[in-house]
């Protein structure tokens, strides 16, 4: 019998996904020995790879039972999983002491481990046994976001108003929500990292306006007080929305006719 | 440079997280249940929204190529250095669930004891990969040898076939000597005695080894 999670959303508890939970089962069964074997396997498509929501539930498992092998066994396997995410995620050169803040968030997630059943978070691993890369990605951007906000305060510019032709720029727009969409493979791998660092290079406001139209699926504004929009989500006016969005399209203009 | 994970306050990280791993890209109906949710967190989920929407563009295939080109068990120095920041969190977690009138009776140990979580066919297994009888471990738990003669050497073997970060064996065998580990057998006569440590040489001599054991542990 698995220990069940205990972390409790509004709506309804968690609950790993049926492989995990199997998985799970299958790798309490196994010899230590059998198990290093399996955790051997690094390809995520082989049927015998032990996916990271297991490796969590394991570590947690021998926290329980005060089994130091198993831990010792299974966290640096699933820290080198992490670190790998971290060297692709936060790259040197992205943000200044990229190093130090790769290892700040290793260690910070080390201790999760070591605090798991007490203090202000008991049951936070719960998330990473449901959906281990998603809840990773929070805990990096999470850290990464208040890295970068520390290195660099936000200087708020008084925003221009424009009375530019927003449509002119709707072939802009259609390429990059047809970009985000679009699943990544070699071939547009390019255009993406390019169109990817020139939206994060926009000034942060005209970046959200983007991303929240774009990419999340907002309207810019609405006659419907009760609709949330990118207007709304942002604190301002359509028109604020517009001016940036038109402002942000001008900047990423060459990207047009590119994919 | 030390960020630390997110305090804020309560509830704020329980809701990002909700909205993390709901999709791999948040659209804009799951950013409207979550502020309908967490109402007072709207602009939080808001731009972690974002963030998520700008980092899910760049996908996870250059993570999963190098993770499948790495070896799973040579962790790198970051993830060893990782892995000592569990172990002393553990410990102060540790000692921090010990009750103070518990406390007061037990004599101050300065450092997590790797080997007090051992069970007792872990023991007799790191007793073998040690090639030495459980009379010699029962020195090391227990802190019998005077640390100044324990050469980098030993402590580095020690650490390797515990599975335990240096540091962490090393502050072990720098610490006060104790009682012996709570909880743990003993198979003697008597318990360990709190009486004056051995050299290392003592130890290794005494310990009813073999002349190739001890050999070999004085030559590490």
Same mark, same amino acid.
Request: charged residues 25%; aromatic residues 6%; negative net charge.
């Given at each position: 019998?698995?220990? /069940?999670? $205990?972390?409790?959303?509004? +709506?309804?508890?968690?609950?790993?996904?049926?492989?995990?939970?199997?998985?799970? /089962?299958?790798?309490?069964?196994?010899?230590?020995?059998?198990l290093?074997?399996?955790?051997?396997?690094?390809?995520?498509?082989?049927?015998?790879?032990?996916?990271?929501?297991?490796?969590?539930?394991?570590?947690?498992?021998?926290?329980?039972? /005060?089994?130091?092998?198993?831990?010792?066994?299974v966290l640096?396997?699933?820290?080198?999983r992490?670190?790998? $995410?971290?060297?692709?995620?936060?790259?040197?050169?992205?943000?200044?002491?990229?190093?130090?803040?790769?290892?700040?968030i290793?260690?910070?997630?080390?201790?999760l481990?070591?605090?798991?059943?007490?203090?202000?978070?008991?049951?936070?691993?719960?998330?990473?046994?449901?959906?281990?890369?998603?809840?990773?990605?929070?805990?990096?951007?999470?850290?990464?976001?208040?890295?970068?906000?520390?290195?660099?305060p936000?200087?708020?510019t008084?925003?221009?108003?424009?009375?530019?032709?927003?449509?002119?720029?709707?072939?802009?727009? +259609?390429?990059? /929500?047809?970009?985000?969409?679009?699943?990544?493979?070699?071939?547009?791998?390019?255009?993406?990292?390019?169109?990817?660092?020139?939206?994060?290079?926009?000034?942060?406001?005209?970046?959200?306006?983007?991303?929240?139209?774009?990419?999340?699926?907002?309207?810019?504004?609405?006659?419907?007080?009760?609709?949330?929009?990118?207007?709304?989500?942002? $604190?301002?006016?359509?028109?604020?929305?517009?001016?940036?969005?038109?402002? +942000?399209?001008?900047?990423?203009?060459?990207?047009?006719?590119?994919? | 440079?030390?960020?630390?994970?997110?305090? %804020?306050?309560?509830?704020?990280?329980?809701?990002?997280?909700?909205?993390?791993?709901?999709?791999?890209?948040?659209?804009?109906?799951?950013?409207?249940?979550?502020? @309908? @949710?967490?109402?007072?967190?709207?602009?939080?989920?808001?731009?972690?929204?974002?963030?998520?929407?700008?980092?899910?563009?760049r996908?996870?295939?250059?993570?999963?190529?190098?993770?499948?080109?790495?070896?799973?068990?040579?962790?790198?120095?970051?993830?060893?250095?990782?892995?000592?920041?569990?172990?002393?969190?553990?410990?102060?977690?540790?000692?921090?669930?010990?009750?103070?009138?518990?406390?007061?009776?037990?004599?101050?140990?300065?450092?997590f004891?790797?080997?007090?979580?051992?069970?007792?066919?872990?023991?007799?297994?790191?007793?073998?990969r040690?090639?030495?009888?459980?009379?010699?471990?029962?020195?090391? @738990?227990?802190?019998?040898?005077?640390?100044?003669?324990?050469?980098?050497?030993?402590?580095?073997?020690?650490?390797?076939?515990?599975?335990?970060?240096?540091?962490?064996?090393?502050?072990?065998?720098?610490?006060?000597?104790?009682?012996?580990?709570?909880?743990?057998?003993?198979?003697?006569? %008597?318990?360990?005695t709190? %009486?004056?440590?051995q050299?290392?040489?003592?130890?290794?001599?005494?310990? %009813?080894?073999?002349?190739?054991?001890?050999?070999?542990?004085?030559?590490?």
């Amino acid at each position: 019998m698995i220990q /069940s999670l $205990n972390k409790a959303g509004d +709506a309804d508890p968690l609950i790993r996904p049926k492989t995990i939970e199997d998985q799970i /089962s299958a790798t309490l069964r196994l010899s230590i020995s059998n198990l290093k074997a399996r955790l051997s396997v690094t390809d995520r498509a082989d049927p015998e790879f032990v996916q990271s929501e297991t490796l969590v539930h394991l570590v947690r498992h021998g926290r329980r039972t /005060s089994n130091q092998t198993l831990i010792s066994l299974v966290l640096p396997v699933l820290l080198n999983r992490c670190e790998t $995410n971290l060297l692709v995620k936060v790259p040197d050169g992205q943000i200044p002491e990229a190093a130090s803040l790769r290892e700040e968030i290793l260690g910070a997630f080390s201790e999760l481990f070591a605090s798991d059943g007490v203090g202000d978070a008991p049951v936070e691993l719960d998330f990473y046994e449901c959906k281990f890369n998603r809840a990773f990605r929070f805990f990096r951007i999470d850290m990464v976001r208040r890295e970068t906000a520390r290195l660099k305060p936000i200087a708020q510019t008084p925003e221009q108003d424009l009375d530019g032709e927003p449509d002119a720029y709707e072939d802009v727009f +259609a390429r990059v /929500s047809e970009t985000f969409q679009a699943s990544a493979t070699q071939e547009n791998e390019v255009f993406r990292s390019e169109l990817m660092d020139a939206i994060q290079g926009l000034p942060p406001e005209e970046r959200d306006a983007v991303i929240l139209v774009h990419v999340v699926g907002y309207k810019e504004e609405s006659d419907d007080p009760d609709e949330e929009t990118a207007a709304t989500r942002c $604190n301002c006016t359509g028109r604020t929305i517009r001016n940036r969005l038109t402002r +942000a399209a001008a900047k990423l203009v060459r990207f047009k006719e590119a994919l | 440079m030390t960020p630390t994970v997110t305090a %804020g306050p309560p509830g704020l990280r329980e809701a990002l997280y909700a909205l993390s791993i709901a999709k791999d890209i948040p659209d804009a109906t799951l950013l409207d249940e979550m502020v @309908r @949710r967490y109402p007072q967190f709207g602009t939080e989920l808001t731009e972690h929204a974002i963030a998520i929407a700008i980092d899910a563009f760049r996908g996870d295939s250059a993570v999963v190529a190098a993770e499948a080109a790495r070896d799973p068990f040579a962790p790198s120095p970051a993830v060893s250095r990782a892995m000592s920041r569990f172990q002393n969190r553990l410990h102060s977690v540790s000692k921090s669930q010990i009750a103070p009138e518990t406390k007061s009776l037990s004599i101050p140990s300065e450092a997590f004891n790797p080997f007090i979580s051992l069970s007792r066919e872990e023991f007799r297994s790191f007793a073998k990969r040690l090639n030495v009888n459980s009379v010699f471990v029962g020195k090391l @738990r227990d802190r019998q040898i005077d640390p100044d003669y324990l050469t980098p050497g030993f402590q580095r073997r020690v650490a390797d076939d515990l599975r335990a970060p240096l540091d962490l064996v090393v502050a072990h065998f720098a610490a006060a000597q104790t009682a012996g580990a709570r909880g743990q057998f003993f198979k003697a006569d %008597g318990r360990p005695t709190n %009486g004056g440590r051995q050299s290392f040489e003592e130890a290794v001599r005494s310990s %009813g080894l073999s002349e190739a054991q001890q050999a070999a542990l004085l030559a590490l």
